[in-house]
């Protein structure tokens, strides 16, 4: 016989509560960028009650200020040095249906449950993959999908980026805070090569001065990592290796590689200035299992929601290269 919508609930709650919630790892065990930044709540991590613009404030310019002389007039001018980026809201769902012939063939209580916690985790490995490949995307502002990394370092100067363009945002010494950092050049990935895009994002010689992160493929990792091993010049981060991501550390600099990475670029990342903007109802939560369409096929459905945005409050402090080999 086929399970109840309350038998089904308790098989759900079951599922996401057993074993020390491990369930909820599947969400993030397969892409270093959820896992560090959604899971880790490393670098911007805000969650919002409504709207469907998410505001990021920027911070890109000083005030008034210098050295002066007795007697001197001192400016008490204010300089606009405060704007912002609103990410519009996007939303993402993974999808478990169980259809009556499916339950009625899995004979017994247990072969059930275990149809059931399959279509499960199906749903979250759906979601999961939506979310992760969208990160590395070239998604514009209005998109469906997420804006990705790819909108963030690439891009004409006219484009916008969470709803500024580059020629929006100039600083008291012209220079642009909102500027696209990518490097298009083709050639052969080498620490050379890494130390110079590394510098283009530049903002400073102090803590998070530079980008902290760099995301690649596996097969461009690889390269990297035959080069470093010659050398003897990395170390491993053991928290990222611990989380199961292959990893190096280089020049203070995190590489990881990502199976969901654009093929040919790597991107590098300040996580003091990137993370992700989540609802406060929109953190992964599902909705109660419900029958099919009175019009389609016999079945139970629920789905698994997640609404946000990868947000960015300094866009020049990201930079990516294409056309690597």
Avoid at 207 to 223: R, S
Avoid at 240 to 267: H, K, P, Q
Wanted: glycine share 8%; charged share 20%; net charge negative.
């Amino acid at each position: 016989m086929a399970l109840t919508f309350e038998e089904l609930e308790s098989v759900t709650n079951d599922y996401f509560l057993a074993d020390n919630r491990k369930a909820i790892d599947i969400y993030f065990n397969d892409c270093f960028l959820v896992d560090y930044f959604m899971n880790k709540k490393k670098g911007i991590f805000k969650r919002y009650p409504g709207g469907r613009l998410i505001r990021i404030p920027l911070s890109y310019d000083g005030q008034e200020g210098g050295f002066y002389s007795r007697g001197e007039a001192l400016s008490s001018d204010d300089r606009e040095l405060v704007n912002a980026a609103y990410f519009r809201q996007k939303h993402a769902y993974g999808n478990a249906t169980v259809y009556r012939p499916d339950e009625l063939e899995n004979a017994g209580e247990y072969a059930e449950v275990e149809l059931v916690t399959t279509k499960l985790e199906a749903a979250q490995k759906t979601i999961r993959k939506q979310i992760a490949t969208d990160l590395y995307s070239s998604n514009s502002d209005s998109a469906k999908g997420l804006t990705g990394l790819n909108t963030c370092c690439f891009g004409a100067a006219t484009t916008n980026f969470g709803g500024l363009a580059e020629n929006d945002v100039v600083a008291a010494d012209l220079d642009k805070p909102w500027a696209a950092k990518g490097t298009t050049t083709a050639e052969a990935i080498s620490l050379a090569v890494l130390r110079t895009q590394r510098s283009t994002a530049k903002i400073g010689n102090g803590a998070f001065g530079k980008p902290n992160i760099c995301l690649m493929t596996e097969t461009l990792f690889n390269i990297v990592s035959g080069i470093l091993q010659v050398q003897q010049r990395f170390t491993e981060n053991k928290e990222t290796t611990e989380a199961g991501f292959t990893n190096l550390v280089f020049d203070g600099m995190l590489i990881a590689a990502d199976d969901y990475c654009t093929g040919g670029y790597d991107y590098m990342i300040n996580s003091k200035y990137y993370g992700f903007a989540i609802h406060s109802q929109g953190y992964f939560v599902r909705e109660p299992w419900a029958n099919l369409s009175s019009n389609g096929p016999a079945g139970k459905t629920m789905k698994i929601y997640w609404d946000g945005n990868s947000v960015v409050s300094n866009r020049k402090a990201h930079c990516g290269h294409k056309s690597l080999s």
